[in-house]
């Protein structure tokens, strides 16, 4: 199984950002006093949740243009190495 640590990490950042954004649109304004009026808690959701739907669509993207090994001829040539030496290693073993 290949997940991409991009995916649960986007997904993350997009919810928390969600949250803040609610709180920051139905919180009291009083409460901003101390930030010179600014919406601390909205604006930084939308951060948050900009950076969480990049960082999905990143892994998304990243995800379906994984290749195989067998696709091109350097990696052909890297997968027989790699057994070569496995085979090499078991017979220096005993044949396990």
């Given at each position: 199984?290949?997940?991409?640590?991009?995916?649960?990490?986007g997904l993350?950042?997009?919810?928390?950002g969600?949250?803040?954004?609610?709180?920051?649109?139905?919180?009291?304004?009083?409460?901003?006093?101390?930030?010179?009026?600014?919406?601390?808690?909205?604006?930084?959701?939308?951060?948050?949740?900009?950076?969480?739907?990049?960082?999905?669509?990143?892994g998304?993207?990243?995800?379906?243009?994984?290749?195989?090994?067998?696709?091109?001829?350097?990696?052909?040539?890297?997968?027989?190495?790699?057994?070569?030496?496995?085979?090499?290693?078991?017979?220096?073993?005993?044949?396990?």
């Amino acid at each position: 199984m290949s997940l991409d640590i991009r995916l649960p990490i986007g997904l993350m950042f997009a919810v928390l950002g969600m949250l803040l954004v609610a709180f920051g649109l139905v919180s009291d304004k009083a409460i901003y006093d101390r930030s010179l009026g600014i919406n601390i808690n909205l604006w930084w959701g939308l951060v948050l949740l900009a950076f969480g739907v990049v960082m999905f669509l990143l892994g998304r993207r990243g995800t379906s243009a994984a290749k195989s090994a067998d696709d091109s001829a350097e990696g052909r040539g890297i997968e027989e190495r790699e057994a070569q030496v496995e085979r090499e290693g078991r017979k220096g073993r005993g044949g396990h």
